[in-house]
């Protein structure tokens, strides 16, 4: 399903977001784990274990290799998984309701993040600032979390969706060829600084080869919207 989304011309913005109240979307199911560990887990069971951790990657990294812009619109908690795949977008916008967390709590569980936290938020915050927040497993109210940069910004609950429709306002005003483009460049370079810097230097002529560019840099020098 979200791969499919990558083929939509008409889609310009994802926006996740989800209709429980409070909540935006938490972790695994763990009475599924719970049960199997009671008794100990079957060559079969760690098997269907494996095949869940990848299927989590593969759906995250679907989310982050997105072409349009992505945002998290949280409404509620955000926690482990749920929070794995807000790290997985572009934008992450919080209701301020001090109730609410974000985080990834899984060592009080005796876990660990295992649908790509523990390499997103290191890529977000770096190594120093991530590393307490996923050995202590602390979970965030959103004044903290906007301070520290786990989310772009803070509105009132009752202000989130317009916030949201801002926000999306404002990313529609880019193109959407240099958008993706941008995307493989953060991507690349998060692996291989030389990648990085590769893919904008083909990005780049990708772009001013392209007629959404050519009509985009005509308007401006004409003093034109787009």
Do not use: W
Not at 28 to 57: C, K, N, P
Not at 69 to 84: K, L, Q, S, W, Y
Not at 174 to 198: M, P
């Amino acid at each position: 399903m979200v791969s499919g989304l990558a083929l939509r011309d008409d889609v310009r913005v994802v926006v996740f977001a989800s209709r429980v109240p409070d909540y935006f979307m938490v972790g695994f199911d763990l009475d599924f784990l719970a049960e199997r560990m009671g008794r100990g887990f079957s060559d079969r069971e760690l098997e269907e274990l494996h095949g869940i951790g990848r299927q989590a990657h593969r759906m995250n990294d679907a989310v982050e290799a997105l072409p349009q812009p992505t945002i998290a619109a949280m409404a509620g908690h955000a926690a482990g998984g749920g929070f794995e795949l807000a790290l997985a977008c572009d934008v992450r916008i919080m209701a301020g309701d001090p109730r609410y967390r974000v985080g990834l709590p899984e060592v009080h569980l005796g876990l660990v993040p295992a649908a790509g936290g523990t390499q997103r938020l290191v890529r977000l915050l770096g190594p120093g600032p991530a590393m307490p927040l996923l050995l202590e497993g602390r979970r965030v109210p959103p004044d903290e979390a906007l301070r520290i940069g786990l989310v772009h910004e803070v509105a009132r609950p009752e202000d989130l969706a317009g916030a949201v429709d801002a926000a999306c306002a404002r990313l529609l005003k880019g193109g959407r060829l240099a958008q993706s483009v941008v995307k493989r460049c953060v991507r690349a370079g998060a692996i291989d600084a030389q990648a990085g810097y590769r893919m904008e230097e083909t990005g780049f002529i990708t772009c001013a080869n392209s007629q959404e560019t050519r009509q985009r840099v005509l308007a401006f020098l004409a003093k034109n919207k787009p």
